[in-house]
């Protein structure tokens, strides 16, 4: 079974300042881990994805994330947050199903950046 | 590269009428996944083809809702009869192969009055 648990649900931040979206996941495998962008009527877009390899992830537009397997934990972050990072984020862990491979999603953080 | 098509972009019917979403994978891609998204929550498994073969339906209410992949390609989900909980955004998304990260379309909103 896997699970992963996004403990905010808003943030708001103000342009220029840090951000941190916190994610934490549950698996009964070495997980795969990914976050997720969804603009207002826009498609998921691929931020990072961690897969074993280093536990600090660089992703795009600025955005890394730390693989912590003593706290289960995967937490987004960025230095200086851009109006354009406005968006909802999504904190996902990838597992096999049956004879696929499953994502499960959180439910979410929505980021507010403000001047 | 094109990424994932879906079309239509936005569905509004009654409830127990019928209606089909249609998805264009990236070009090779081997595994296509369709997702409900419900308004405030992620989004969750349907279904997940490998070529034209289902690889997990588990996830799939089977009694109302149908998804075929016939030539390996593209992929058509089917809802009959619509519910009013089926409103949802329905994502389409291709890997190359399975276990590989996935891309996503723009998705197809429905509305079901």
């Known amino acids: 079974a896997q699970s992963v648990t996004q403990l905010d649900s808003h943030v708001s931040v103000s342009e220029g300042t840090p951000v941190l979206l916190r994610c934490n996941y549950s698996?009964?495998?070495?997980?795969?881990l990914f976050w997720y962008v969804q603009h207002p009527n826009k498609g998921l877009q691929l931020l990072l994805k961690y897969t074993s390899a280093a536990t600090l992830v660089k992703g795009i537009n600025g955005f890394e994330a730390e693989f912590k397997k003593s706290e289960t934990s995967f937490h987004l972050t960025k230095p200086s947050a851009h109006m354009s990072d406005a968006a909802e984020y999504f904190c996902?862990?990838?597992?096999?199903?049956?004879?696929?491979?499953?994502?499960?999603f959180g439910t979410g953080t929505q980021l507010k950046v403000e001047l | 590269e094109a990424g994932v098509a879906q079309s239509p972009r936005y569905k509004i019917i009654e409830k127990r009428q019928s209606v089909a979403f249609w998805c264009n994978p990236i070009s090779g891609h081997a595994t296509l996944y369709w997702y409900q998204q419900i308004l405030g929550q992620g989004p969750k498994l349907l279904i997940q083809f490998q070529n034209n073969g289902v690889v997990d339906d588990s996830q799939l209410p089977k009694d109302r809702f149908s998804a075929e992949r016939l030539k390996g390609v593209d992929s058509t989900l089917k809802i009959q009869p619509a519910k009013l909980e089926d409103s949802a955004v329905y994502l389409c998304?291709?890997?190359?192969?399975?276990?590989?990260?996935?891309?996503f379309g723009p998705g197809t909103r429905l509305l079901v009055l």
């Open positions: 698996s009964s495998y070495s997980p795969s």
């Open positions: 998304a291709s890997s190359p192969r399975l276990a590989e990260t996935q891309y």
């Open positions: 996902v862990v990838s597992g096999p199903t049956g004879g696929g491979n499953k994502l499960t």
